[in-house]
């Protein structure tokens, strides 16, 4: 068969991001993200829309989402270049769900489930690589030297929305908008969960199963 269309759900924290990367490596995929796409591209001037903010970065760092114009954008020209994917990010809210329906089929659909106490450790201690992008974690995952990324020796940051009042923000908007597109999925062939609060490397063995079953 082709190559897989893999969508990975989650709550902010949930490890998306870092699975994806793992499942991007063993299937031989693109990682196609929201939020790494647009946080390069945070500046954009948006104001022509007439909305609360004139940048995506506006509404990123105050937890909200960025409007479907600008998201659907992102995602059709990523699909248009990928042969398989994993989807981390997308959709976030049933219309995402049904713009991307339209347009693609998928062979996996894989939720991560994590509390709400885990997921607010796992991003206030999170930091990342502003020039290659790996993340880490001050207590769950370290770097070899403190605040140097492995990869590529730069400083490592926080995320600008990584403070604890965004992050609540961003469960809340995750509760509102996005629990809906997982019930939208639950229930279809493709759909499967995973328990993802054990370490990154358990979490994947789960995670590659479920693919594999799926395929
Ligand atoms: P986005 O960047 O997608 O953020 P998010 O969904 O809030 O998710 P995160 O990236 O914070 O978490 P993750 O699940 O990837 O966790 P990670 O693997 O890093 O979106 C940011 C913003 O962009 C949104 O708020 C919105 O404004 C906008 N946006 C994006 N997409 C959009 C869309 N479609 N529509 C509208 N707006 C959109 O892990 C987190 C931490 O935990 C790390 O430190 C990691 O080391 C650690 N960790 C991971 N796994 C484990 C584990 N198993 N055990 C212990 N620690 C772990
Ligand atoms: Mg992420
Ligand atoms: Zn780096």
Same mark, same amino acid.
Not at 145 to 152: F, I, P
Not at 196 to 199: N, T, V
């Given at each position: 068969m082709s190559s897989p269309h893999v969508l990975l759900l989650g709550a902010p924290g949930a490890g998306k991001g870092t699975q994806s990367a793992r499942i991007a490596d063993r299937f031989g995929v693109d990682h196609i993200t929201t939020g790494d796409a647009l946080r390069n591209n945070k500046e954009m001037d948006i104001s022509g829309l007439n909305l609360e903010y004139d940048t995506p970065g506006g509404f990123m760092d105050a937890g909200e989402l960025v409007p479907d114009e600008v998201v659907n954008e992102i995602v059709v020209a990523a699909l248009e270049q990928a042969d398989g994917f994993v989807l981390d990010g997308y959709p976030r809210n049933i219309e995402q769900a049904e713009f991307l329906d339209a347009r693609t089929d998928l062979n996996a659909v894989v939720r991560l489930t994590v509390s709400e106490a885990e997921l607010i450790d796992r991003l206030t201690g999170r930091r990342v690589c502003p020039d290659c992008g790996a993340n880490y974690h001050v207590e769950f995952d370290q770097p070899e $030297?403190? /605040?140097? #990324? %492995? $990869? #590529?020796g730069a400083s490592l940051e926080q995320r600008e929305d990584d403070t604890e009042e965004t992050v609540r923000e961003r469960l809340r908007v995750f509760a509102e908008n996005t629990e809906p597109v997982i019930d939208h999925y639950q229930?279809? %062939?493709a759909y499967v969960e995973v328990d /993802? $609060?054990?370490?990154p490397d358990e979490v994947f063995e789960e995670v590659e199963a479920a693919i594999e079953a799926k395929l």
């Open positions: $030297e403190a /605040g140097v #990324c %492995d $990869e #590529c229930g279809t %062939d /993802g $609060e054990s370490p």
